[in-house]
């Protein structure tokens, strides 16, 4: 049977179809790939932010010596980032000596939160105890 007639030196209309098709395919992965890893770095990015605006909010909050008040505060960041505040008394101890101290313990928690896009949120949450002595009732 004779075989069917093949030019030289071309290819078949097939063989090129198959080909851009192949491309094509792999194209399309690698750009799914590309999109993935920008949205990877946007995402790692924002955390970033949240976490150094919650580390700000602590620290503006004091250590020692501090007046902590029981409770929640709320407020907006900019940026599309809204904080939280919970501050809340875990206990208390009593330092014996001339005149003796009373140090108090709280639990204080930050939590930054931004909107993801497609109607999700994130959120980043620092948590830390935190010291204050007690307001003497004696001048």
Avoid at 18 to 35: E, N, P
Avoid at 109 to 118: D, P
């Amino acid at each position: 049977m004779p075989e069917p007639h093949r030019p030289e030196g071309g290819f078949l209309l097939l063989e090129v179809l198959v080909a851009f098709v192949i491309a094509a395919l792999a194209l399309a992965v690698l750009f799914r790939g590309a999109v993935a890893g920008l949205r990877a770095t946007d995402i790692a990015g924002r955390y970033e932010q949240a976490v150094a605006r919650a580390r700000s909010h602590l620290d503006a909050l004091g250590g020692r010596a501090s007046h902590f008040v029981p409770g929640v505060a709320t407020g907006d960041d900019g940026s599309g980032f809204r904080w939280e505040t919970h501050t809340t008394p875990v206990g208390s101890l009593t330092i014996a000596g001339p005149p003796p101290e009373r140090i108090l313990l709280y639990r204080v928690s930050v939590t930054e939160s931004w909107s993801a896009g497609h109607g999700t949120r994130r959120e980043v949450q620092l948590t830390t105890a935190r010291l204050e002595e007690e307001a003497s009732a004696t001048p």
